[in-house]
């Protein structure tokens, strides 16, 4: 069940980034209130970190792929990324270890 609310939950910071996209400050604290609802209501040991690691790695690969001209971004705020690429990236590292977790537990014997 956790798999799929926080698949919903995902799916529904992706629905707000796409409902605001002409704001990045709207786009970014929209995934951080999803995130923050989801910490209030369901939280797990180690979530923060896992938001951490994504809020600062997924960026910084992206980061290195805009400086490369790789891809560029319609709006970016700053280090030529958007406001809500951190959180979007933080709030997907969470959901893909818990989904994976998930799918991986009846192999694992749990």
Known sequence: MSAARDLFLWALAVCLVMLFRGSNPLMAGSVM????????????RGDLPLFLIGFVCGPAIEFAGTVLGVWTYAQPSFLNLPLWLPPAWGISAVVLFRVGGCLAGPANGR
């Not at 910490?39 to 797990?44: F, K, N, Q, S």
């Open 33 to 44: 209130l999803v995130f923050a609802g989801r910490e209030l209501l369901w939280h797990r």
